[in-house]
């Protein structure tokens, strides 16, 4: 008889994180970028808001865009970003 996983599969190791269970779920869902990915992809940043790298990375830092450093790499979330480019748009 094959032994059913579903326990196994239901009850994942979290216990290595430091992240809060609520917010756990939000971080598995949430979609990153690197600063390359976010230029293609939102060529606005670069043409109509004259934002650099350094200038996604101070957004991060201060906490206005949701993201995560890994050594040298950068991702930011896609939904933080938007929702800082709608904010901007309608700042004007």
Same mark, same amino acid.
């Given at each position: 008889m094959e032994q059913n996983n579903y326990l196994d599969d239901m009850l994942l190791?979290?216990?290595?994180?430091? =992240?809060?269970?609520?917010?756990?779920?939000?971080?598995?869902?949430m979609e990153f970028l690197t600063i390359e990915q976010i230029f293609d992809q939102f060529p606005e940043i670069r043409t109509e808001f004259n934002? %650099?790298?350094?200038?996604?990375?101070?957004?991060?830092e201060s906490k206005l865009l949701l993201g995560k450093v890994e050594k040298t790499n950068v991702? =930011? %979330?896609?939904?933080?970003?938007?929702?800082?480019i709608e904010?901007?748009?309608?700042?004007k």
């Open positions: 190791d979290f216990s290595n994180n430091s =992240i809060p269970l609520e917010n756990k779920e939000q971080l598995l869902k934002w %650099s790298k350094e200038d996604l990375e101070m957004l991060l991702f =930011i %979330s896609k939904s933080s970003l938007k929702q800082l904010y901007r748009n309608n700042v």
